[in-house]
């Protein structure tokens, strides 16, 4: 169970780095790899909201363009 607990722990760690990956390239303009990027996190995390929300604000940028 401890090495549960910890991997859980550690794949929080680096889905929080992913995200801000995802940040860094939506403020690049980068949004079609910022939504690719987003997507493939979202199958690992499907009840993420912040996630979610951050594939609606990319995909309204897409849509934008």
Do not use: C
């Amino acid at each position: 169970k401890e090495e549960s607990a910890q991997a859980v722990g550690e794949f929080q760690v680096l889905a929080r780095q992913i995200k801000a990956k995802v940040y860094a390239l939506m403020e690049a303009g980068q949004y079609a790899a910022a939504l690719g990027v987003t997507e493939q996190l979202l199958t690992l995390l499907p009840g993420d909201g912040e996630l979610q929300d951050l594939r609606e604000k990319i995909a309204e940028n897409l849509g934008n363009k």
